[in-house]
């Protein structure tokens, strides 16, 4: 029988949890109950956990629930987190991971402490040196990994070079079917463009690409990110969280003018009638929930952070995530790579 | 009586020229014919721009058409451009702005090719180590000044304190009854987050923020520009230009997916007919010719870069956007704001 997967879900993190992650966990159940190869371990405060078991009506078969009686705060910083973080509902489900406990972990809490806990507690794993954010983003034929998000706020050539590695080994283990298309972000397409550091990065990634690895596509600029002509998006930290933010920010603007648009008389309120079911579509292909969560990669052990504003459905997504990284044995393609990585140097 | 503006428009530059340019002059010389404030210098081949001066019906009276050969090709390069676009309808439309012929130049042209021979011909101001493009961005209460947006990937800290008086002076040239409020582009709000360079400029623009000039609001983040708290984002040109082109793509995305969605079917067809009026304002707001045009500044006159790719209205956009500047009194603006900027320094 295969081995079945353990997620380990720090139940406190992130606005109105437990209720929140406890609703989410509820929806992931419903949906894949009948799988029968999976088990989620969940950390926090045991009397705040198990009335909201209750209220989801949540059988004990697949979960446990280990108590902690403290969580991480939303004001701790990073500086203070080591000190003041040891033995909360995060650091456990971390740690639980480090036991062999756990294959992956979830938390919709504080993302700096998060962060510099899994790094001290997973450790970074060998051949690397610098781990990355990445997250998914919605493009014209299905999705993009893109990476570093914020992690890492200045990078060079061989950091981005493992986050193409990185990049890669995360889709092919989310999408088994595909290959990895990676581009390098950049202000233009043609090869002189960009820093030197970008050149360097473009000349290492040309001689890396491979029909088994991943395919090097050169560079992308931010108006392609989403045209689905390439699928893994590499960039330093500081340039993909503004990057990515921008995007939200886009969205938003573009939604909410939208919506005003549409309720603003009684005609294009009657025009809702009509159009609801494709304006609804219209609005669950773009709906961030559906993209919610980012992957912490680089560790010995996947780590998955959930936005913390996110609701139950956003949460729930995190948690199907978690599901199918560990399934698509993320650990073992990043191994891969990173081996076709040192071949290659040597 | 006040001394007329003359604008200096290369006529030749971008797709589907000289007859997007003069359309799109057409479109100004109706709205504006009566203030009688502007002249108009049309640079190309007298033998392509005539009869488009007579296929719209534009008389003589504001308008001269000087005579150029050759134009700049797509092809060029910022490299050989020196070389090869001497006498071209771009060279000569910059070049008569140094001859005191022109207060301001436009061209639709090659981007890289432009910002070269402009900075050779006009020369850039004493005071200023690197010039700036600076661009339009709309936010929820009205506009957003942009810059840099990638006439330099590599800034240090003194360079986007200079890009804070630049985009100010721009700001109040565009909109002298505002005060412009500065933030500088980061992935975080609170100070301790970003690069080192960051945190410089960022004490460096408290130090300067004052009623006279601009206030500074600290940083901004990505998903907060067009959330219409601030209407002056500094940020170096590689950030920018990622920034700009990845909301352009996020837009084209969502409107995209809306347009296929609306009609989809008979029923949400039907719906447009209801929502018509506010679907065709929701577009008249978010409509990107409305902001064509970048602003290079830094140097002795102003250049304006139109979209190569726009259409008549967002040429009269442009042509109108340099009426505005020259108005405001853009070279005065800036000339105060680096006064203010020495004085700090001595």
Known sequence: MEKKITIAIDAMGGDNSPNKTIEGLSIFLKKNIQKKDFFINLYGDKNKIEPELNKFSISKEFIKVVHSDSEVSDDETPLTAVKNSKNTSMWNCIHSQKEGDADISLSAGNTGVLLVISRMILKMMSQLSKPALAGLWPNRNGM?????????????????????????????????????????????????????????????????????????????????????????????????????????????????????????????????????????????????????????????????????????????????????????????????NLDHLDNEKQ
Chains 1, 2 share one sequence.
């Open 144 to 336: 993009n990994v893109v990476l570093d998000l914020g992690a890492n706020i200045e990078c060079n050539d061989d950091n981005l070079v493992e986050f193409a590695e990185l990049g890669s080994a995360l889709y092919k283990s989310l999408y088994p079917h595909d290959k990895p298309l990676v581009s390098l972000l950049n202000v233009g397409s043609e090869e002189i463009k960009g820093t030197e550091i970008l050149k360097k990065a473009y000349r290492k990634l040309n001689d890396l690409s491979d029909e088994n690895n991943f395919i090097f596509k050169g560079y992308i600029e931010g108006n392609k990110i989403m045209d689905g002509d390439t699928n893994v998006i590499v960039t330093d930290g500081f340039t993909g969280n503004v990057a990515l933010k921008t995007a939200e920010g886009t969205a938003k603007f573009i939604t909410d003018n939208l919506k005003k648009s549409l309720t603003s008389n009684i005609l294009t309120k009657i025009s809702l009638i009509f159009s609801y079911f494709a304006l609804k579509k219209f609005k669950n292909k773009l709906d961030p929930r559906k993209y919610n969560g980012a992957i912490f990669l680089g560790l010995n052990g996947p780590v998955v952070k959930s936005h913390g504003g996110t609701d139950a459905i956003g949460f729930y997504h995190s948690i199907n995530l978690c599901y199918k990284i560990v399934k698509g044995n993320l650990l073992d393609q990043i191994r891969n």
